[in-house]
């Protein structure tokens, strides 16, 4: 069964850094796209950056130039640089992976638990 934990959450104040990783362990024939999403009390899961197997990648418009996506395909492992943070930012963030699994044809949706940030101001 296939894994992912996520590590580097915590509390930051206004203005600092965090940089989240999801490391995706187990049995598997590949991973294709990786991603971040992040949900905030009383408000829906959202998009934060996505990230494919050969390195494009995606941002919800208003991340853009204050976070960075990257991943180490040769461990599995996709990281999110927080830069500027603000009091907005605060949130559950949640790693995804496309993971396909041994054996299998298709993808497999497959989230982490999730990692709490909190920027206070």
């Known amino acids: 069964q296939v894994q992912l934990v996520e590590s580097g959450g915590g509390l930051v104040q206004a203005g600092g850094s965090l940089r989240l990783s999801c490391a995706a362990s187990g049995s598997m024939f590949g991973i294709n796209g990786m991603g971040w999403y992040r949900q905030a009390p009383g ?3 959202e998009l934060v950056a996505t990230i494919t197997n050969g390195g494009w990648t995606n941002y919800a418009g208003s ?6 996506i990257s991943r180490d395909n040769a461990k599995n492992t996709v990281y999110l640089q927080m830069n500027s943070l603000k009091s907005e930012d605060t949130a559950v963030y949640y790693c995804n992976a496309k993971i396909v699994p041994m054996g299998a044809l298709v993808e497999h949706d497959t989230w982490g638990q999730g990692t709490q940030v909190t920027v206070s101001s």
């Open 43 to 45: 408000k829906q899961r």
């Open 63 to 68: 991340l853009k130039g204050r976070f960075t």
